[in-house]
């Protein structure tokens, strides 16, 4: 696994995509967009013409944007809820979500040659990728993501919604 090194704006976009941040909409989108910059600082060995960024709808797409931004590679969306995981024909594969917190749905999809992005993973599903782990930050938190705005026990503001402005 590979853990970013904070820095201190580092350090201050992670504050904002934090869940009790209270903050959502575009301000928490452009925040993904940066760390996805910065995350993608890792990636630039790979040739751009033989990598595809994968965005696990719909929470990935922002973080996604940064990276493919910075990259220049292939940009693809993928809906695990709607759609068959189709691998795209570059050899290099980088599926990315925003958070990550059991795994299980990136592990269906999940080959041993493909890279994993994300803002946040739970501590526990870290070892479900190993190697091919590209986070921000690793949490001990996790809950279950509803329409709320605090975390109350098993129950938290879910990214995805705050990412569109929908809490």
């Known amino acids: 696994m590979f853990e970013i090194d904070k820095t201190g704006r580092i350090n201050e976009l992670i504050s904002v995509t934090k869940s009790d941040s209270g903050i959502s909409?575009?301000?928490?989108?452009?925040?993904?967009?940066?760390l996805g910059k910065y995350l993608a600082q890792y990636f630039l060995s790979l040739n751009p013409e033989e990598t595809t960024v994968v965005a696990m709808l719909r929470g990935g797409?922002?973080?996604?944007?940064?990276?493919?931004?910075?990259?220049?590679?292939?940009?693809?969306?993928?809906?695990?809820?709607?759609?068959?995981?189709?691998?795209?024909?570059?050899?290099?594969?980088?599926?990315?979500?925003?958070?990550?917190?059991?795994?299980?749905?990136?592990?269906?999809?999940?080959?041993?040659?493909?890279?994993?992005?994300c803002c946040v993973i739970n501590e526990q599903a870290v070892k479900?990728?190993?190697?091919?782990?590209?986070?921000?930050?690793?949490?001990?938190?996790?809950f279950v993501g509803e329409k709320v705005c605090t975390q109350n026990g098993g129950v938290g503001p879910d990214t995805t919604m705050r990412l569109f402005n929908q809490i």
């Open 25 to 34: 909409g575009p301000e928490l989108a452009k925040a993904h967009m940066e």
């Open 61 to 117: 797409i922002f973080f996604a944007e940064g990276i493919y931004l910075q990259l220049g590679c292939k940009f693809q969306l993928y809906d695990p809820k709607r759609e068959d995981f189709v691998r795209p024909g570059t050899k290099n594969v980088i599926i990315v979500d925003s958070v990550i917190n059991t795994g299980r749905t990136i592990k269906r999809i999940f080959e041993p040659d493909m890279k994993i992005a």
């Open 128 to 142: 479900l990728f190993e190697e091919q782990l590209y986070t921000i930050r690793v949490s001990k938190n996790s």
